[in-house]
């Protein structure tokens, strides 16, 4: 059986290396299927095609994903964004965005992939 797991934001080093950051934090340590995590991008400019479906919630600034064809998906604060599997695209952010991630499967996804135990919290007392 499985616990869970709480991911407490000041254990987590966020702070963006060569332009991003990107944590795994449930991977494939925890779930067989499902991988999620938090991405900082500075000034990205990310060309790559996606493994697996994925969603973006944007937390803050704003993130474009290019799709040659389509044209450009922006997405703000509050805004979610799905790519499907297979879709080759560009993540584009000028300064800052953070934003939440969900993937499946696991195990297609660079960040999701890895089995890292991050610093995990139990219940809260109460």
Same mark, same amino acid.
């Given at each position: 059986?499985?616990?869970? /797991?709480?991911?407490?934001?000041?254990? =987590?080093?966020?702070? &963006?290396?060569?332009?991003?950051?990107?944590?795994?934090?449930?991977?494939?340590?925890?779930?067989?299927?499902?991988?999620?995590?938090?991405?900082?991008?500075?000034?990205?400019?990310?060309?790559? !095609?996606?493994?697996?479906?994925?969603?973006?919630?944007?937390?803050?600034?704003?993130?474009?994903?290019?799709? /040659?064809?389509?044209?450009?998906? !922006?997405?703000?604060?509050?805004? !979610?964004?799905?790519? &499907?599997?297979?879709?080759?695209? !560009?993540? =584009?952010?000028?300064? /800052?965005?953070?934003?939440?991630?969900?993937?499946?499967?696991?195990?297609?996804?660079?960040?999701?992939?890895?089995?890292?135990?991050?610093?995990?919290?139990? &219940?809260? /007392?109460?």
């Amino acid at each position: 059986m499985s616990e869970v /797991k709480l991911f407490r934001r000041e254990d =987590l080093d966020l702070a &963006p290396k060569e332009g991003h950051a990107v944590l795994g934090l449930v991977n494939a340590s925890f779930s067989p299927e499902l991988g999620g995590g938090i991405g900082v991008f500075n000034d990205a400019d990310v060309a790559w !095609t996606c493994t697996y479906d994925e969603i973006l919630f944007v937390l803050e600034g704003r993130m474009t994903i290019r799709v /040659k064809g389509q044209g450009d998906y !922006t997405g703000g604060p509050g805004d !979610t964004i799905w790519i &499907p599997r297979g879709l080759p695209m !560009t993540y =584009l952010t000028k300064g /800052k965005c953070t934003f939440f991630y969900a993937v499946c499967p696991v195990d297609k996804s660079p960040s999701s992939a890895k089995r890292i135990a991050y610093p995990t919290h139990g &219940p809260t /007392k109460t």
